[in-house]
């Protein structure tokens, strides 16, 4: 199931690439480095998702965490920023295209996909899908069934490349960069705090890693391991993201003040 999917993903994403190369041109429509970023993705996704790690994370809390960062720190900004939507149109047919084309620009779906991928919508989204399936009982319940387990990856994967996807392709400009700095910071400090939580918990909150492990790590280190893992790097990765965008901001207001047009001399003042 896992290779077959991730099988079509690679097969749809490329063949939509090489259709709009065949047509546009090498690297037009779809960058290079759009395509790169899908590539190491793809990767990145295959190995989270990966039997030797599937294995580890039922026994470590540390490697399911590994898992998910792979896919919400990593593995999604690279997908979102790959031009996907343009691969999975040109990958189906013309016809197929257009209607759908013309179905996307219509209201309300204009609407409907502006406010899904507003900077505070994205935000609040993936701090809804990281906090809830992290509360004790979602996270036991999907560690003992396996469709819950699929349907918690969909959620970190799915609400994370939507997050990045809004930040990367949303407004330009004073604004948009400005609202895209302040929410990836403050999804640094939000999962900061959950990681910490975690680390510093006097107990263990999921009860399947209630096991001694042969290595012999007790299940409270374990577990203070995969907070220390949500709290320092992925809160980094994030930090990072926001002062690239910061240092964005300020090249886009730079030079919006530098060519911004003289107004025009009023006569009047002249005499």
Known sequence: MLVSSLAALLIVYGAGVARVWRSAGVGRGVRLGQALAFAIGWIVIGAALSPPMDELSDTFLVAHMI????????AAPLVAISAPL?????????????????????Q????????????????????????????PALYNYALE??????????????????????IAHGRYGRRGYGAAVVYVFATAVHGGVLGALLTFSPRVWYAPYLTVHPSGITPLEDQQLAGLLMWVPASLVFAVGGLVLFAAWLRESDRRSRYQPALPLNPDTLT
Do not use: K, N, S
């Open 67 to 74: 898992q998910h960062e792979l896919l919400m720190v990593i």
């Open 86 to 106: 343009i691969a999975v149109l040109w990958a189906v047919p013309a016809a197929i295209r257009r209607r759908t084309l013309d179905a996307v620009r219509r």
């Open 108 to 135: 309300p779906a204009t609407t409907l996909w502006t406010v899904l991928t507003a900077p505070a919508a994205v935000f609040f989204l993936h701090a809804i899908a990281l906090w809830l399936w992290h509360m």
């Open 145 to 166: 069934h396996e469709a819950a387990h699929v349907v918690q990856h969909l959620c970190f994967f799915g609400t994370a490349a939507l997050f990045w996807w809004g």
